[in-house]
């Protein structure tokens, strides 16, 4: 009999959470549900994906939707994570049908784009994922010196999560939240915040390393002016006493030059791996962001067969391959040739902070 991916039931949701504490955490004082707790509840069973065999669960991966806001406009994002199949019932394909239903299903929410984090490429290729995006992250290798500005730095997780989202809204680029999903990410295993306060009590810049099983020695997660956050990420490496790196999108130029004038240790990475869902609403979207900028000559569309057109009035480009189409809408660091062409629509501004990831 074949095995079909199906969403879990709340009654089959703490098996899956077993099963993934199981096979993803091995050796951890945590469920992985705690790691993930936006994911792993029972409010998102329709996106906690999975095969059984019988009663046992024996692949897994799931979805978590976010709403991007970015300067082009509001983006339905499915994030794919927790991928992972029993050992004895690998190499049947039981990831690829998972893979083929989440991505299916996000097609059928509305999604606008899937993305997912793996090191598996040539695997998401044949489901045409693409590696796309830009992330920065900058190593302090050793302590920096900069002006305290007469700040308080406090290392501590028990912080009003509205004063976190008061900075975290003022990113140009990310998903929407809520002051009770932030309450939720604040008490993930692992997870230091470090944050600055001036003398009127006031927060001016926070930072967050570290994630349960994942990112430790790297500060994710970040809001504030780039002058106290500067002195916030010398505090942090201070008190870390080792090497940390800071994860930046593209949009934060200031925060960039700066701090490579005190770190340059610099690597210059991909998002992750994108797959677009709906080609015409993204589209749609980049073409009105041209016009809202007053560009009258930027062109994008899809042909009936299926040929992808972009470019600026007479110097055109096409291609039939969605990853080429990836790459040209989200940018990527070894793929800049159209930029200077299709700036300042394309690429689009997309980021995914730590917090979010699955």
């Given at each position: 009999m074949e095995l079909i991916p199906r969403s879990a039931s709340p009654q089959e949701l703490p098996g899956v959470i077993d099963f993934l504490t199981q096979h993803l955490r091995a050796g951890q004082n945590w469920s992985i549900a705690n790691e993930y707790p936006m994911v792993f509840q029972e409010t998102n069973c329709q996106n906690i994906k999975a095969i059984f065999d019988g009663d046992k669960v024996i692949a897994h991966a799931a979805i978590k939707y976010h709403i991007i806001k970015n300067p082009v406009g509001l983006f339905k994002v499915a994030a794919i994570g927790s991928v992972v199949t029993a050992p004895e019932y690998r190499n049947m394909g039981h990831s690829q049908k998972l893979l083929e239903h989440c991505v299916?299903?996000?097609?059928?929410?509305?999604?606008?784009?899937?993305?997912?984090?793996?090191?598996?490429?040539?695997?998401?290729?044949?489901?045409?994922?693409?590696?796309?995006g830009f992330e920065t992250s900058i190593t302090i290798d050793k302590p920096i010196s900069v002006p305290s500005l007469g700040l308080k730095f406090v290392d501590s997780t028990k912080i009003d999560p509205s004063a976190?989202?008061?900075?975290?809204?003022?990113?140009?680029?990310?998903?929407?939240?809520?002051?009770?999903?932030?309450?939720?990410?604040?008490?993930?295993?692992?997870?230091?915040?470090?944050?600055?306060?001036?003398?009127?009590?006031?927060?001016?810049?926070?930072?967050?390393?570290?994630?349960?099983?994942?990112?430790?020695?790297?500060?994710?997660?970040?809001?504030?002016?780039?002058?106290?956050?500067?002195?916030?990420?010398?505090?942090?490496?201070?008190?870390?006493?080792?090497?940390?790196?800071?994860?930046?999108?593209?949009?934060?130029?200031?925060?960039?030059?700066?701090?490579?004038?005190?770190?340059p240790h610099v690597n210059y990475g991909y998002l992750g791996m994108i797959r677009p869902l709906h080609t015409e609403g993204l589209i749609l979207k980049a073409k009105r962001y041209a016009l809202s900028l007053g560009v009258k000559d930027f062109v994008l569309e899809k042909r009936d067969d299926g040929t992808f057109v972009f470019g600026r009035g007479v110097d055109l480009f096409e291609t039939k391959d969605l990853k080429v189409f990836t790459k040209v809408l989200f940018g990527a660091p070894d793929s800049t040739h159209f930029d200077s062409i299709l700036s300042p629509i394309l690429p689009i501004p997309m980021w995914i902070w730590g917090w979010d990831s699955v």
């Open positions: 299916q299903s996000a097609t059928e929410d509305g999604a606008d784009i899937a993305i997912l984090w793996t090191d598996l490429y040539d695997f998401y290729r044949k489901l045409d994922f693409e590696l796309a976190i989202l008061q900075l975290y809204a003022q990113h140009t680029v990310g998903s929407i939240r809520t002051a009770e999903e932030l309450r939720r990410y604040l008490v993930i295993p692992n997870t230091r915040v470090f944050t600055a306060w001036d003398a009127q009590n006031r927060l001016k810049a926070y930072a967050v390393e570290g994630k349960g099983a994942d990112l430790k020695g790297y500060i994710h997660e970040w809001g504030g002016g780039v002058s106290e956050l500067l002195a916030l990420f010398s505090h942090a490496r201070q008190v870390l006493n080792a090497p940390t790196t800071v994860i930046l999108p593209r949009s934060a130029q200031n925060m960039r030059t700066r701090l490579l004038e005190l770190a």
